[in-house]
Structures are given as structure tokens and as C-alpha cells.
């Protein structure tokens, strides 16, 4: 695994507020999206597709899962009647196996021990975000939950990241952000926030994180710590 040290310009003591992405970064929701989509595919009579082909796509939302669990494309017919099976199996089933990545539960605490702040910024609709973290018990404690439809805007534009910093009061130059996908590194860097890749996880292995122009890159949550202190 290629991990990279902290660089001079992100390993700072200045950094006051961590921001994550929440599919594939705080936590393992591929077994349950993976679910949905093989619930939709029994409706079309199809056999279940196995974890380990669905994970890589686990960041890319219902289009993204819906294109390799039929090789459809939004503009095509019968890709809403689809989109409406999987989006209602997952809405009842948004936490029946996801849970934390390992470490992240461990993270956090040690942030909130440190007084600094920390929220999600996802793509993930508000119609999925604030029940999912509500059942993974950390609503309340995230000091902003940006969705995908929060703003005008969803990444790789900067806006939601700038709105989370509206929120939480923190100046994106000190703010850090990880996440695991081209569009989280593109939207970081539209900003003066530090962007870390989450090599550990939704990352397909044709990808090259190397070229995303991040900051860092951790193999487990717990590593991000050693980006918050000189």
C-alpha cells in the first residue's frame, strides 16, 4: 500500500477541524448498497452480483451501481423505474451492515479529545445522510452533515466544502479533508483546505490516487492524526 508522510504544508498545528467524506471514508456502506442493488437486480430476475465487484463503485451513488448492475445509463428506458427500486430497498435498509471503517470510531474520539471539530461532506442525498449517521449514533456529535443536495452545487465543486466551514467556523485553510474519490481531492483543492486520500477505501485499482494532487495519503482512519500535529 502507498502511503504517504504529511508535507510541510498540511502538517500543522493549525489545523482545527477535520472533514470526511461518508461512503467509503467514515464508513462501510458497500454491503448495504450492494444489497440494494442485488435486490434490484432479483426484480429483473438477474443473479446477485458479488461484494467484491460492487465495493469499487460503492462512492458513485445509485448511477454508478445501476451501470454495472445493468449497464444502463441514466438517459435510458426504464433507468428511473430501476433508480426507484434500489433508492426505496436501501432507504429501508440503510444500516443493516454498514458500520465504521475500523479506526474511525477511535479517530474521532481522539479528535473530540483534541477539540477539533469534525463533520461529513458527502454526495449522499439528506434523505439518506441524516438517518445513516443518526443509526450509526453520530448525528449529533458531527459538528455539520452537508449532503449532496445541501447546496446548489455537489462535488468536486467547492461549494459544499465552503458551506461546512460556513457552519462549523472554521477557516478552510485550516481544515483538513478526507476522502476517497477524485472528486473529494478536486474539491479540497478548489479550496486552501489539506485533502487526504482514504486509500483504504472505494478505490478501484485501475485509479491513481498518486495524480489527485492530494496532500497525503492513510491506509487506516487512525493515520490522519499524524497530519494534526508537527
Known sequence: MNVHSPTSSARTDLIKAVLFDLDGTFADTAPDLAAALNHTRATRHLPPLPLEIIRPQASHGSRGLLKIGFGIEPDAAGYNALRDIFLDYYERNICVHTRLFTGMAELVAEL???GIKWGIVTNKPHRYTAP?????????????????????HAKPHP????????????????????????RDMQAANATPMHGIIARYGY?????????????????????????LTL
Request: with cysteine; glycine share 10%.
Open 132 to 152: 445513516l449517521m443518526r443509526a450509526l449514533g453520530y448525528a449529533e456529535r458531527a459538528a455539520c452533515l452537508i449532503s449532496g443536495d445541501t447546496c446548489a
Open 112 to 114: 473530540e479529545q483534541r
Open 159 to 182: 461549494e459544499p466544502m465552503l458551506k461546512a466551514c460556513e457552519i462549523i467556523g472554521i477557516a478552510p485553510a485550516q481544515c483538513l479533508y478526507l476522502g476517497d474519490d477524485l
Open 203 to 227: 478505490i478501484d485499482d485501475s485509479a491513481q490516487p498518486d495524480s489527485w494532487g492530494a496532500h497525503g495519503i492513510i491506509g487506516a482512519p487512525t493515520e490522519l492524526l499524524d497530519f
